[in-house]
């Protein structure tokens, strides 16, 4: 994976939406699997500020993620999770970092 690509999604959830947040991480790992990403998580708070979580994917390279991001504004149930997290109003903002991991 000399050319992989994995991301960091940082959020500003709701804290008192954090079941639908739960619910909105769980539909996307099965996604991004599903897409040809391997999904590391989301991380929910635990201690500390109440209001951040983040995740982490990864896929083999930029262009697999762009495929991926074309992919997923077609697709029925990334559609459907795009839809559950604005009615929910679960994720306040979030922020986008790519980063080339160093896996051995």
Known sequence: MSNAVTVHLRYEIDPDRIAEFREYGERWIRLVNRLGGTHHGYF?????????????FTFPS???????????????????????????????????????????
């Open 44 to 56: 929910l708070p635990s201690e500390g500020d109440s209001d951040e979580a983040f995740a982490l």
């Open 62 to 104: 930029l262009a697999a993620y762009e495929q991926y991001r074309l992919a997923s504004a077609e697709d029925a149930e990334c559609v459907e999770a795009f839809r559950f997290a604005a009615e929910t109003k679960c994720i306040r903002r979030y922020e986008r970092r790519f980063l080339a991991p160093v896996f051995e």
